[in-house]
């Protein structure tokens, strides 16, 4: 059993910062990621920790801005976001699985265990 809580949304202006947290509570997932789904748009995979040796794996649209990571003493991960854009609105899924299914379908649709999800807005 697996419980994800993710924190951290809300919103800020274009060119601003957010840090999304997910604290993840009983089973422990090596590989656990971040996804977001956009109004109208299909769930896609922004960073997500894809390997056992904790190597990340970014969306092109956000290199260089977000960087994903986990404190593996308190099982939590996050997502620093910087110099967002309003392209990068949507509500926030965490998800955690094997690292094969992690690092899967960028839609994510091969991840089992998720969080509720957080809301982030962008404002120009």
């Known amino acids: 059993q697996i419980q994800l809580v993710e924190s951290g949304g809300g919103s800020v202006e274009a060119g601003g910062s957010l840090r999304l947290s997910c604290a993840s509570r009983?089973?422990?997932?090596?590989?656990m990621g971040w996804f977001r789904q956009a109004l109208g748009k299909e769930r896609e995979r922004v960073a997500a920790?894809?390997?056992?040796?904790?190597?990340?794996r970014y969306a092109d649209s956000v290199k260089g801005r977000f960087s994903v990571s986990k404190d593996n003493h308190k099982n939590i991960l996050y997502l620093q976001m910087k110099n967002m854009i309003p392209e990068d609105a949507g509500m926030y899924y965490c998800?955690?699985?094997?690292?094969?299914?992690?690092?899967?379908?960028?839609?994510?649709?091969?991840?089992?265990?998720w969080g509720q999800g957080t809301q982030v807005a962008v404002s120009s």
């Open positions: 998800g955690a699985d094997i690292c094969a299914r992690m690092g899967g379908d960028p839609s994510g649709r091969e991840v089992r265990y």
């Open positions: 009983g089973y422990r997932y090596v590989c």
């Open positions: 920790i894809v390997n056992s040796d904790g190597t990340p």
